[in-house]
């Protein structure tokens, strides 16, 4: 193999490795292995190196890798079906129990999308359809995902200080910090004048985060004294889904 083509070769085999990570479904270093064609070792080596730039981890204790914080980072699309089915029911619940606006919410880069939503039966209510996107730094559910990603993953994707008009990577650093101590993410009409929010993600047995549950409202419904009661039934529906995931993917 002459010295031009092997970096293009190396290069191939990371890009078909990374295809393999479109679901969140561990993968073990057999399968990688037999899917390229490769000896072990080799394979090994790659893994350990997009291990090392974190677009893969490896499950503590075995050889079973699965998608990394950096694949997230891009953007990287994996199969949210399983998480949609698993939380549609959950979103209804919330709904019943508050009369308010539930909605399953998904990273991806520095925005957050809707992939779910259950609206609320009250007359004046707060729309997000499915597949709308908004800044992940400035609603809850975006929050309350920033707040699990490595330091340096966040600082890629956030690489300037200003973030929009009043906002600083400086303030969503500290803000991100509160976040890991209370275990939710709050949005104070920041993406939407007169829209209140809280938002907490959903972790599953790997650590990952999958996506974030959101219930918002205006500001008058779900004043920000009522921020805690409604986190603490987005964290009980959080564990339920991250328990219900857990035991269709074993």
């Known amino acids: 193999m002459s010295g031009s083509s092997a970096p293009i070769e190396s290069a191939s085999r ?23 064609n490769l000896p072990a070792s080799t394979t090994h080596r790659l893994l350990v190196t997009l291990q090392a730039e974190g677009y893969v981890l490896r499950s503590s204790g075995t050889r079973r ?12 699309l994996l199969d949210d079906g399983p998480l949609r089915v698993a939380a549609t029911p ?12 539930a909605q399953l919410v998904a990273l991806r880069g520095t925005s957050i999308e809707v992939l779910e939503a259950v609206d609320s039966p009250r007359q004046v209510r707060v729309g997000r359809p499915a597949g709308r996107r908004l800044p992940a730094h400035a609603v809850s559910g975006g929050k309350a995902m920033l707040a699990l990603l490595p330091e340096e993953v966040l600082l890629r994707l956030y690489p300037e200080e200003r973030l929009s008009p009043g906002r600083t990577r400086t303030d969503l650093r500290a803000e991100l910090s509160e976040v890991r101590v209370r275990g939710y993410g709050a949005n104070r009409s920041e993406a939407e004048p007169g829209i209140h929010g809280v938002g907490v993600a959903i972790v599953d047995h790997h650590g990952r985060s999958r996506g974030a549950l959101v219930m918002s409202a205006p500001a008058a419904r779900l004043p920000t004294g009522d921020f805690p009661v409604v986190a603490q039934a987005l964290t009980k529906a959080a564990q339920e889904i991250t328990a219900e995931l857990a035991a269709r993917e074993t």
Request: aromatic share 12%; net charge positive.
């Open 65 to 76: 890798y699965f998608a990394g914080p950096a694949l997230l980072e891009l953007g990287w």
């Open 90 to 101: 959950h979103l209804r619940r919330l709904v019943e129990e508050y009369g308010e606006c």
């Open 14 to 36: 990371a890009l078909r490795l990374l295809r393999l990570f479109t679901t969140w479904r561990p993968v073990r270093l057999s399968e990688v292995s037999v899917a390229l």
